[in-house]
Structures are given as structure tokens and as C-alpha cells.
């Protein structure tokens, strides 16, 4: 299969979702691509949620004057539920009493499908410009029943939003629907966040700003943070479907790409357009090398290694032509224990498992290089991964 027909070829890509997971990796695999499923969330059946319930109930005991209305799921998802209690009627009527703001076009559709109507709709669909649009306006004194991404917590963006209209003297109600807990069993997120750490993913996709949420929450109690952050700054891209998504990361201090459009589609498109151009392309030893997550790409031939052949990889492609000591190479194999002879037997490995033998150059009593011509890169480094 050529490059243009799958581009994401030799990739490898974390899937965050716990909603239409299969059907984003279907839309990934068809372009080539190895992916990894770590569901970062596990959603609460909204008719099963107590929470929601209660809250709906003093709703509709006092109606709210203003409605915030941010995602199209968690809105059909709450008159849902209220029809499954018999209160969706009486729902619709408190709503339609008061005013809706929808954050974007997909929760519009959403309140139109209710027979509601919203007043207003940022074009920007951002929480921020719903928040500065009430505050210009003044909201002190004010009943607003904002509808929350998911579960409250120092990551979750609808919670400061909530705050921000309580300092300013509002009567918030924060609706609790597409509430989320991080899931059952957290192997394989535990799984996924040490790929991130360790650089043999080469990006991570985010469709929702809850599961950023989560794999922060679990990374930071697992003590990972620091080096999954790290990872996610210096070679990992971080991919999510909007800005919304994006927000958490964004106030780490992570770069992050997203597509122009918020859909799945147009995510699974911006990684295929994405990563290619992101990819490193190195001239060695009569080669065109472009190292990966998880192999490394031989004159457009797909090389997998074994984890030591990829880690001492990573490290000399982190400086093409320049000299690697064999010490710094010891510390980059697995376990980075033995001694210079264990660097010696994965080298060789190496060479054998690219199927190119000059790509890797030895240097008398000095260590490895990518034989590459030094000339205009011995200044150059490249992100690990």
C-alpha cells in the first residue's frame, strides 16, 4: 500500500474516547495507522444518575432565567433521562421559559431537535466568549442552570465556569449530565501513559476534554505526570478535536494540534496530514531514514525494532551525526544497566534489524553516529520519537 493511499503507515496513535472509539480507529486504520485503545473515561448512564436526577427536579421547581447549554450529547442526553422519569415535558417548559445560549452549532441542533430555540450562539464555540458574553451583560442576582462537560475536577473546564458566574453574583445550577468516572480497570491507560512518557507512540488523540481530565488525574497519582508532560512537549503530538478539548493542555503548556472543524472525520484527516509533515527525515549512510513510535522507516519500508534497538534509535536520531558516547547509550538501553559490551550486541542488533548496516557508524574509542554528512547538522537536534 503506497504513502498516499495510507499515510499514516509505520504510525502509531492513542485513542483516548470512550464514545465511537471503533469507529474513529476504523477511520484510522484505513489510513495505515497502528492504534492504541486506552479509554480514559467510563460514562454514567444519565437515567441511571441520581445526581442529574435531583438537580432536574429543583429545575423545575425554579426555573432558571439564563441556560448554558455546551455539548450536543449531554443535552440530548439530559431530556433523554428526563423522559425516562416522565419529566421531559416539564423539563422543556422551565427551559423554554428562560434563555438559552447554545456554545456551538452541534448543541444547537440539539436544542432545536427539543423544540427549543436558542437566543444565542458564540462563533467561536467557546465556553470563554458564552462566559464574557454574560458577564458584559451583568449577572448578578441571576439564575443560570449550566449543563457540565462531566465530573468536576482541576482539569475540567465547566467547572471554572460555574465559579467564575458565582463571583459575580449569579445563582448557579451546574447540570451534571455526560457525567464520567475514570475507568473500572486502569490498565491500559496506565499502559498508554507510559508509551506517551517513553515516546514509542507517536501521537495521542483527544476527543473530549473529560478524558484529558483523566489521563492527567491518573498520571499525576501514578507519579507519571512529569514525564508524560514532557514527552507531550518535546516529540509526542497531543491531537484533539477542538478547543474546548484542548484547554487543559493547553494551560500545561502543551502544544496541540486540532483540525478546523470539530468532528471525527475531520480529526482522523488532520492526523493524516499532521504526522507525515511532522516526521523527521534523516540522510544516513545512503538512506532516508524517519524514525517513528514504534519502527523506523528504511527508504520507505517499514523497519519494527525490538524495544533496546529502538531506544538506542531514538537516541542517536535525537542528534543525527554527531558522536554518542557508549555510556549515554548504555543509559538509553532498557534497564540501562551491564556495561559498553551490552551497547556493542544492541548496536549490532540494530544495524540488522534496519537491514542497512552503514546507517550506523562506529567511532574509534568514541561511540556510534548516524552517518550522516556532518556538514550544516552537528548544531541540530530532533525531538526523541
Partial sequence: M???NAPLHGFTIGITAARRADEFATLLTRRGAEVVHAPAIRIIPLADD????????????????????????????WMGAADGWGLAEQLGEALGG?????????????????????????????????LEHLLAEGVEGVRIAVQLHGARTE??????????????????????????TPPDDPTALDRL??????????????????????????????????????????????????????APLVEL???????????????????????????HRIEAGGHVLSVRGRCVVVDGEIRCLAPAAMALMRTLAARPGRVVSREELLAALPGGGGDTHAVETAVARLRSALGAPTIVQTVVKRGYRLAVDPVGCADKEYPLG
Avoid: N
Fill in 2 to 4: 503506497s504513502e498516499d
Fill in 50 to 77: 441520581a445526581e442529574l436526577e435531583r438537580v432536574t427536579r429543583d429545575i423545575l421547581d425554579t426555573p432558571p432565567d439564563i441556560t448554558v447549554a455546551t455539548t450536543a450529547i449531554g443535552f440530548r442526553g
Fill in 98 to 130: 428562560s434563555r438559552i445560549l447554545a456554545r456551538g452549532p452541534k448543541v444547537t441542533g440539539a436544542i432545536r431537535a427539543a423544540d427549543l430555540r436558542e437566543e444565542w450562539s458564540p462563533a467561536s464555540e467557546s465556553s470563554a466568549e458564552v
Fill in 155 to 180: 482539569w475540567e473546564p465547566g467547572a471554572d465556569l460555574c465559579e467564575v458566574l458565582r463571583d459575580a453574583g449569579a445563582d448557579v445550577v451546574a447540570v451534571p449530565v455526560y457525567r464520567w
Fill in 193 to 246: 501513559i507510559e508509551q506517551i512518557a517513553d515516546h514509542s507512540i507517536d501521537a495521542v488523540s483527544f476527543t473530549s476534554a473529560p478524558a484529558v481530565a483523566s489521563l492527567l488525574m491518573r498520571s499525576k497519582a501514578t507519579g507519571m505526570l512529569e514525564l508524560m508532560l514532557r514527552a507531550l512537549r518535546t516529540g509526542v503530538t497531543a491531537v484533539c478535536v477542538g478547543p474546548v478539548t484542548a
Fill in 253 to 279: 503548556e502543551v502544544p496541540v494540534s486540532a483540525p478546523a472543524r470539530a468532528r471525527l472525520g475531520s480529526l482522523a484527516r488532520h492526523l493524516a496530514e499532521e504526522l507525515p509533515r511532522r516526521a
